[in-house]
């Protein structure tokens, strides 16, 4: 299956905004150049988790495992082309299966390890998945059975393959050894008849559903390989870092923000997932990690609590990507201060924006938090996907370009980190491409303003479906959550829009509240010391023991509403 027509994945090549290596290429090139290197350590958890013990493999390691999995996939029948489902937690089984399956040709679809049957029938019928690979269990859940059951709901499974104990009947064993002979033979026969592109689609990602149903997002080599340079870039990540991944291999923050990356760069691979806080500090410490990525909540909950990094070790920590959620000032100049670590600002999707801002091209911490490079201002920016990405803004109600600062836009995107259109019925079956406009430029339906003296600057409004709309009045909740995460019994805020017969809408706060719950009061009066314009104020306060997220850290505004008025 191809991603991109052939005249648009040409224009990428010859521009050389695509290289011509593909990600099975990638690992192959990390086991040539240092075979005997560490390549990824598991989480020290992993027997709890999975039941079986943790592994710590060299790259020499790594590629025997992939074509131990690649040889038992190839002997179940698994062909280039088929789309292969994969549920596993952040660890070296996940690693292995990605690789394995991107090797033979075929197409991995990762499912979060929250999502159920209810989410992962649909989407394996949808993509016509030929197999399941997942964990005999997760903790207490028993991941294996409910992926047999799925094969009654999505007929194109065949079969189920699972780690670990507790493999229902029927499931086949996973190789949990290094490759024999005759398999890397095998391999190795069905590999040189492949005629690999890197526009050959690698992955079928899903949105995360923060306003709708997800949507299923073919993407190949070319654009997931020139977002992760990007973002290796912008960490300048290279063979002597250790990167924490505590995001989901599902999307692009764990794809192309941490998986890919460490591919491009070497280095090696501490993988963490569910989140667990001392499992994840004792990551950092123990293995001397350089890089991580954390969302803003994470980030923000430390520093609130400072006793519990005073007793770990993060020295050899020197940046942190973040996302997901705008980030604070605050949260920004606080780590920079107390700690000396810089946060690199990510405004991503798996659909493929790509928008950062790091500390070369963006060294003020309240500015990063703020804006991001205006690709289309006449600054020279040092992310190379400045020179690749066409950016601009246009009203959200009339269509007309905006042009100027002061005036929200929503934000259209084009280029080659940029994906190609969403799957409909089958893989088979041409693209959805309703979401991009004439020009060809993708609707992603997040508003910004032009900012800056230069206008150099975009700088992040809200979701167009989320502004609140007062009296006539844009109000983006994203602007007003941001100011009360500094609040100090503030944990987390979300803001929604409520109906009023009067004013279209009024502002909702919902807090997850510190040590104390605030009152109203003390919030809007805490925005009023900030010289907040009185329509933005929050008008009615609700509290919540925990936000609705989706996988990747996002509120899930629409849970919200539902629940408000529930």
Sequence with gaps: MKCHPADRAGEYRSNRWWSTETIDGLARARVTDDPEGTALIDPPNTAGLLGSDPVR???????????????????????????????????????????????IGAIVTPFPVSYREHEMGPMCRRTGAVAVLTAGRLGERALAEAAQRIRTEALTVRFVLSRGENEPDGGAAWPDRPA??????????????????????????????????????????????????????????????????????????????M???????????????????????????TQ????TVAPPVLLTMLLRNEKILSGVDISALRQIGSGSAPLSPWLVRTWAERHGIDLINFFGSNEGIALLSDPVDIPDPEHRASYFPHYASDVRWSTPVAGWTSVRLHDPVTGGRVTGPGRPGELRIAGPTVFAGYLTESTSAPLDRRAFDEDGYFRTGDVFEIAGERQEYLRYVDRAKDLVIRGGMNIS??????????????????????PDEVLGERVCAIVVAGDRRPTLDELTGFLRERRVASFKLPERLEFAEALPRNPVGKILKRKLREQLEA
């Design 477 to 498: 909740p994203a602007e007003i959550e941001g100011l009360l995460a500094e609040h100090p019994d503030v944990a987390e805020v979300g803001v929604i829009g409520v």
């Design 288 to 291: 001397r990690v350089t890089y």
């Design 259 to 285: 998986f890919l990356p460490w591919l491009l760069g070497g280095g090696v691979f501490v993988p963490h997932h569910p989140f667990d806080l001392p499992v994840f500090l004792e990551q950092l410490a």
């Design 57 to 103: 493999w060299s790259w020499r390691d790594l590629d025997e495992h992939v074509d131990a999995l690649a040889a038992l996939l190839l002997g179940r029948g698994v062909r280039a082309g088929d789309v292969v489902a994969v549920q596993l937690p952040n660890c070296s089984a996940l690693v292995q299966a990605f690789l394995a399956i991107v090797r």
């Design 180 to 257: 024999t002979a005759a398999e890397k033979s095998l391999v190795d026969e069905h590999v040189a008849g492949l005629d690999v592109d890197v526009n050959d689609c690698v992955t079928i990602c899903w949105t995360s559903g923060t306003e709708a149903e997800p949507k299923a997002v073919p993407r190949c080599h070319g654009d997931w390989l020139a977002m992760a340079g990007a973002c290796r870039q912008a960490a300048r990540l290279g063979q002597d870092d250790v990167l924490l991944s505590p995001f989901p291999m599902t999307n692009m923050a764990g794809i192309a923000g």
